[in-house]
């Protein structure tokens, strides 16, 4: 199996699109299914995640073999809307997606 690095978007505007088709695996293959997957931020920034698929998704922090960790979750939300996050403490949080857990994100906290 080939991974294929990130795909490197403009710079990090503060929002994260769940885009259309990420509800069907293969998103993970390529690390698409949070745009960007990775992000950088600084303590006390808010970090917007826009559902830009037809699917209902969330955002939720853990790991899909863990399971919730309980820092955020935006329970399920539909096409067309948001979710907010802000991130006050410096850390590593992986993120995914509890409907469909090949979706995988990383918020790192500086």
């Not at 559902?51 to 960790?69: F, I, K, L, R």
């Amino acid at each position: 199996i080939t991974v294929s690095p990130p795909k490197v978007m403009g710079p990090f505007t503060g929002t994260i699109s769940v885009p259309e088709g990420s509800g069907v695996p293969g998103c993970d293959e390529t690390s698409e299914c949070y745009l960007p997957s990775q992000v950088k931020i600084n303590a006390g920034e808010t970090v917007t995640w826009s559902n830009d698929d037809t699917a209902a998704h969330t955002v939720t922090s853990g790991t899909p073999s863990d399971g919730s960790d309980g820092t955020f979750d935006s329970s399920l939300f539909m096409a067309g809307t948001t979710f907010e996050h802000t991130f006050d403490e410096a850390g590593t949080y992986d993120y995914f997606c509890m409907v469909h857990p090949w979706m995988i994100g990383t918020v790192q906290v500086n």
